[in-house]
Every structure is written in structure tokens, then in C-alpha cells.
């Protein structure tokens, strides 16, 4: 199974053209074979995992070419735990979709299915690719099916959705440039060849130039404040069965490839002692925790308060990445992990909730935890880990930045982590002070709502529950897999 990094990527992306042909004759068929081609994905990515936590580090040479001419494919601790992460959260969002297909864009199902597939791939290409201009490549194919997926929607979704195409246009251009300066320096473009040549070179403006291209380029992508502007609209706009492949999974790809270059490529020693690319993150991002957290108090309509959520939780990871230091590096990763789930759940609540009721009004919620008991009880679990109560997997990622700003003595740091965990109190807990205590008149529209379908509430659930047992077992993440990831000189 030494082909097992190719496999988990070529899946997706061949069913992701195969479906076109099935639904043309069998349109009903879509929904299963999709769900077919993640759970395989997702087999796949397992038995990766594991051949990986036992037996080291695993290589593909696309064509048998070895790098630094041929693309190499890597799975480590690292990259195995995302392709799992990816492939888990695109099958509990594929078996949500089918109902909330049906519902909203029911004439649009077969190629909604093929481009979620198509985002797949292009995300599992993203994190297992050992090269920087593969990277851009793959880059750019979930990037297409983003923008496509997103102006699938309300009448203003088209419009959210080029203004995406013109930001990420631009991360993208960047992004390419900034390899195109690195190739002039190294004359390489696998990842470990480039990272094993830079340091000869890190007094050049050419190195200069690449980095600040790159880190601009994925920081558009992944909506790091200030450059988060495309993203409320996106998510506010967009289909439920659609958000919920974008925002639990994709910005947190482009975080991991933000990390990955940054501290594999250019290295820790060039980004916090000699350019200070990684302090300039970090207050940046403690900004966009406070911002973000704010918005969100601001906000009448659900979707648009989970949307300047993701701002904020984004900026954690940020900040974890501006701490430069292993707890900190600890805590942006954990926090990729749990935030996928948190905000997959989330965002299946509002979708599940607009099912039901037609309206994400915040309003909507009074009396739910008595007429939708199961799916308030995971969107409680989910708020709870926003917060960051324990045992809850939001109070550890948050915990290892604590950690990681005390060992670097930012004492600012750690009171935006504090200050933000009680602004997350004030936006989650009105909710669920609606939920839980408020009664619904008999004129209200939510005032008959029921439990959502099993196809629906079992995925909710599951990413609802999984908040807890991601933190229960954050210990055995960490040690076996986040640990063996960081990066030398850190």
C-alpha cells in the first residue's frame, strides 16, 4: 500500500468526473456514489494514518520520478491526521447534504455533488503534495469548486461569490509569484530540496520578496484579518448544504498550508529571528479575535454570526502561528482539528434549523431546545467548545495557546484568548438562553418546528459528540501525532 498518498487524492477526483455520467442517466444515483467515493477516501486516509503512526513517513514519486524533478507526495503524522480530518467532515457533510440538496437546489444536484468531490480532492492534493508549484495547482482546483459551490445560493450569492473570485484570484497570483522568486533562488520546487538550499540565501531581497508574496497569498485565502473581507457575505449567502464542506474544512486547508510553508519551507530561525513574518501574524490575529468576536454580537442572522465566528476562531490559529514556539505551533493545530468540527456542527444546526423553520433569524431559536431537543443538544455542545469549556475540545487548543503566550512571555496574548472566551459567552449563551427558556408564541413561524430527519440529526450529532471526544482525547493527539510534527528549531 505504498501508493496509499495517491489513492486518497486520485479518488475523489476520478468520481468526481464520473459523476456527471452517472447522473445523466440515474439522477438519484449521485448522492450514493458520492458518499461511496468519501467513504473510500476516507478508508484510505485512515489506513494511511496508521501505516504512518507505526511506520514512518510515507513518499510517492508521481511517474516513479524522484524528487527534486518529480512531485513527491508525503504522508506524515502531520498530513495524515488532515487527510483523515478532511475525508471524516466530507462524509458527515455529504450524508447531511442529500436532504438539504433536495430542499434548496434540488434542480442542481448532480453538478453540486461534482464539485464537492472536486473540492475534495483539490484539499487532500493540498495537504499531502510535497511541492510548492503542486501546491498552487491544487490550490487553485478547490479554489474553482469553492467559488462555484458558493454562488449556488440566495439571490446575493453570485455576487459573494465573484468577489471571492477576485480575492482569491489575487492570493493565488501571489501565491505563485512567491514560488516563482523561490525557484529563481533555489532552482527547486520540491518542499524538503527548497528548505535544504534557503538558508544560503535568506539575507537575498528575492527571499524577501517570496515570503511576503506567499504569506499574503494564503493569509487572502484563509481570510486572515484584515484581509477577511470576502468572507461574511460568502458564508452568509451560500446554501447550508454547500457551507458545510467550506467552512468547517477548506479555510482550515489553507491555514495547514500557511503552516507548512512557512515553518517546513522558510523555517522557524528565518521567520521569528531574522524577518519578524510570525510577530506580525500573531498581533494581526489578536486583532481579528477581538474584531471578529465583537461582529459576531452584532449580528440578527445566524449564519452571518458563525461567519464572523470563523473570523475570530481563524485569528486563533493565527495567533498560534505568531507564537512561533511549540505550544503555541500545538495549539494552531489542535485548534484546525477541533474548529472543523465545532463549526461543521454549527453550521449544520442553521442549516437544519432553515429547514425546518425557512428563516435563520436568531429570533428562530426561541423554544427550539424544547421542539428540537437533539439538534440544540449538539449545537450546545458545539457553543460549549467555542467557549472553551472543558472537556470540551475548544478549552485545550485554547489552553496550548495560553500556554504558548505565557513561555513567550506575551501576556497581551493570553488576555485576548481570555477576553475573546467571554465574548464568545455573551453571542453563544443569548442563543441558548432562547433555546432553553424562552417559549415561543402561538403566531410564531418556528412555532411548530420538529426534530430534524435522521439523515439530517445523526451527522449533527456526531460532529456534537465529537467536540467532546476530541477533547477527552486531545492528550493522545497531541503526543502521537502534533508533537512529531513540529518543525526543527522551533
Known amino acids: 500500500m505504498g501508493n496509499i498518498p495517491a489513492i486518497v487524492v486520485v479518488t475523489p477526483l476520478m468520481l468526481a468526473f464520473a459523476i456527471p455520467l452517472v447522473g445523466s442517466r440515474w439522477r438519484n444515483a449521485v448522492h450514493p456514489v458520492a458518499t461511496l467515493g468519501i467513504t473510500i477516501s476516507l478508508a484510505v486516509a485512515l489506513a494511511g494514518l496508521f501505516r504512518v503512526l507505526i511506520n514512518g513517513n510515507q513518499h510517492y514519486y508521481l511517474g516513479g520520478w524522484p524528487p527534486p524533478l518529480g512531485i513527491e507526495y508525503v504522508l506524515d503524522p502531520l498530513s495524515a491526521v488532515m487527510i483523515s480530518l478532511v475525508a471524516f467532515v466530507g462524509l458527515v457533510a455529504v450524508v447531511f447534504s442529500r436532504q438539504a440538496v433536495s430542499f434548496e437546489i434540488p434542480d442542481r444536484t448532480v453538478p453540486f455533488y461534482g464539485l464537492v468531490l472536486l473540492l475534495l480532492a483539490g484539499l487532500t492534493g493540498i495537504v499531502i503534495t510535497g511541492d510548492m508549484f503542486n501546491l498552487f495547482v491544487f490550490l487553485e482546483i478547490a479554489s474553482l469548486s469553492a467559488y462555484a459551490l458558493m454562488s449556488i445560493g440566495e439571490q446575493r450569492a453570485p455576487v459573494a461569490s465573484f468577489r471571492y473570485v477576485v480575492v482569491g484570484t489575487i492570493g493565488g497570483s501571489f501565491y505563485l509569484l512567491g514560488v516563482g522568486f523561490l525557484y529563481f533562488q533555489t532552482g527547486s520546487l520540491n518542499m524538503a530540496d527548497v528548505a535544504r538550499l534557503l538558508p544560503s540565501v535568506y539575507g537575498s531581497p528575492a527571499t524577501l520578496m517570496a515570503v511576503t508574496l506567499i504569506t499574503v497569498g494564503l493569509a487572502l485565502k484563509m481570510a486572515l484579518f484584515p484581509l477577511h473581507g470576502w468572507l461574511p457575505d460568502a458564508y452568509t449567502y451560500t446554501t447550508s448544504a454547500a457551507i458545510n464542506f467550506i467552512a468547517p474544512i477548506m479555510t482550515k486547508v489553507f491555514a495547514y498550508a500557511l503552516i507548512r510553508v512557512l515553518f517546513t519551507v522558510f523555517g522557524p530561525t528565518y521567520l521569528r529571528d531574522l524577518l519578524p513574518v510570525t510577530n506580525l501574524i500573531g498581533w494581526l490575529a489578536a486583532a481579528g479575535i477581538i474584531f471578529g468576536s465583537i461582529m459576531a454580537i452584532a449580528q440578527r442572522d445566524l449564519r452571518r454570526m458563525l461567519a464572523y465566528s470563523s473570523v475570530s476562531q481563524l485569528s486563533?490559529?493565527?495567533?498560534?502561528?505568531?507564537?512561533?514556539?511549540?505550544?503555541?505551533?500545538?495549539?494552531?493545530?489542535?485548534?484546525?482539528?477541533?474548529?472543523?468540527?465545532?463549526?461543521?456542527?454549527?453550521?449544520?444546526?442553521?442549516?437544519?434549523?432553515?429547514?425546518?423553520?425557512?428563516?435563520?433569524?436568531?429570533?428562530?431559536?426561541?423554544?427550539?431546545?424544547?421542539?428540537?431537543?437533539?439538534?440544540?443538544?449538539?449545537?450546545?455542545?458545539?457553543?460549549?467548545?467555542?467557549?472553551?469549556?472543558?472537556?470540551?475540545?475548544?478549552?485545550?487548543?485554547?489552553?496550548?495557546?495560553v500556554l504558548g503566550g505565557i513561555d513567550a512571555g506575551n501576556w497581551v496574548f493570553v488576555l485576548v484568548i481570555l477576553v475573546s472566551s467571554l465574548l464568545n459567552v455573551v453571542y453563544f449563551f443569548r442563543l441558548l438562553e432562547r433555546a432553553y427558556l424562552e417559549r415561543p408564541s402561538a403566531r410564531d413561524l418556528h412555532a411548530t418546528a420538529r426534530e430534524l430527519p435522521a439523515s439530517m440529526l445523526a451527522p449533527t450529532m456526531a460532529l456534537g459528540v465529537g467536540t467532546v471526544i476530541l477533547g477527552l482525547g486531545s492528550a493522545i493527539i497531541v503526543s502521537r501525532a502534533l508533537v512529531l510534527a513540529l518543525p526543527n528549531g522551533l
Not at 429547514?355 to 449545537?379: C, H, K, N, V
Not at 469549556?389 to 489552553?399: D, E, M, R, Y
Open 316 to 401: 486563533y490559529i493565527a495567533l498560534g502561528i505568531g507564537l512561533a514556539n511549540p505550544f503555541g505551533l500545538i495549539g494552531a493545530l489542535l485548534h484546525i482539528i477541533n474548529h472543523a468540527f465545532m463549526k461543521g456542527c454549527l453550521f449544520m444546526v442553521t442549516g437544519g434549523i432553515r429547514y425546518r423553520t425557512g428563516s435563520s433569524d436568531i429570533r428562530t431559536f426561541t423554544g427550539l431546545g424544547q421542539r428540537m431537543p437533539w439538534t440544540m443538544a449538539a449545537f450546545a455542545l458545539a457553543a460549549l467548545s467555542m467557549v472553551g469549556i472543558p472537556p470540551t475540545a475548544g478549552f485545550f487548543s485554547k489552553w496550548y495557546l
